[in-house]
Nanobody, 126 residues
Framework: QVQLIESGGGLVQAGGSLRLSCAAS????????MGWFRQAPGKEREFVAA????????VYADSVKARFTISRDNAKSTVYLQMNSLKPEDTADYYC???????????????????WGQGTQVTVSA
């Protein structure tokens, strides 16, 4: 099992940028598809972005396309989420998640991920 720790959250004005990081330890990181999810107060946890084990495939929620970029560094066992042009509706707790050897078609499915971080809070002010 892999352990995940997120960092990089904070308070930012609308239009600003943040970069989230997720450091992994434990089982071989390079075999995992990595995803970012978020949960706003009173709402369900939703998919944001995912990246395949090699980095060759990425998937984004429509709400963040062209604004967010997911990337990974397997040598550092770390996945990143670069968030640009932030909006108040991006305010949420952001969670890193890992899924072992899943198909590209399943990358956006929350139920496919079996390891989760503790979350990092992102607040975007208007």
């Amino acid at each position: 099992q892999v352990q995940l720790i997120e960092s990089g959250g904070g308070l930012v004005q609308a239009g600003g940028s943040l970069r989230l990081s997720c450091a992994a330890s434990g089982r071989a990181f390079s075999g995992y598809t990595m995803g970012w999810f978020r949960q706003a107060p009173g709402k369900e946890r939703e998919f944001v972005a995912a990246i395949s084990w090699s980095g060759a495939n990425t998937v984004y929620a429509d709400s963040v396309k062209a604004r967010f970029t997911i990337s990974r560094d397997n040598a550092k066992s770390t996945v990143y989420l670069q968030m640009n042009s932030l909006k108040p509706e991006d305010t949420a707790d952001y969670y890193c998640a890992a899924a072992w050897l899943i198909t590209a078609q399943a990358m956006g499915a929350r139920g496919e991920y079996d390891a989760w971080g503790q979350g990092t809070q992102v607040t975007v002010s208007a």
